[in-house]
């Protein structure tokens, strides 16, 4: 059985920084595309970062590009968000999601292209 498990979220006050961290069990995925999502309360659930197999590849949605980096830690089968330089609107339940179809991802990609899908945490930021 696949798990992903996220965990790092809370509240923290605009300008801080929280790190969320989503380890893998049931299968690896070192060669391929993992990410982050994130789904805002009456919103749709929207891309915020992903990166390919090796890492060597990231993308980003301009909303967070230069405040959030993603990384992999392909040894321990883990994705990780650092989320820096908070701000309110980054408020919503944050989801890491596993392609096994791809090791490359898409530059924009849709929650379809991911098969596998951790609970979510939360996340508040406060102004």
């Known amino acids: 059985q696949v798990q992903l498990v996220e965990s790092g979220g809370g509240l923290v006050q605009a300008g801080g920084s929280l790190r969320l961290s989503c380890p893998a069990s049931?299968?690896?995925?070192?060669?391929?595309?993992m990410g982050w999502f994130r789904q805002a309360p009456g919103k749709e659930r929207e891309f915020v970062a992903v990166?390919?197999?090796?890492?060597?590849?990231?993308y980003y949605a301009d909303s967070v590009k230069g405040r959030f980096t993603i990384s992999r830690d392909n040894a321990k089968n883990t994705v990780y968000l650092q989320m820096n330089s908070l701000k309110p609107e980054d408020t919503a339940v944050y989801y890491c999601?596993?392609?096994?179809?791809?090791?490359?991802?898409?530059?924009?990609?849709?929650?379809?292209?991911?098969?596998?899908w951790g609970q979510g945490t939360q996340v508040t930021v406060s102004s």
């Open positions: 049931g299968r690896t995925f070192t060669r391929n595309a």
């Open positions: 990166i390919s197999g090796s890492g060597g590849t990231t």
């Open positions: 999601a596993a392609d096994p179809k791809r090791g490359i991802p898409r530059p924009r990609p849709v929650p379809k292209d991911y098969d596998y």
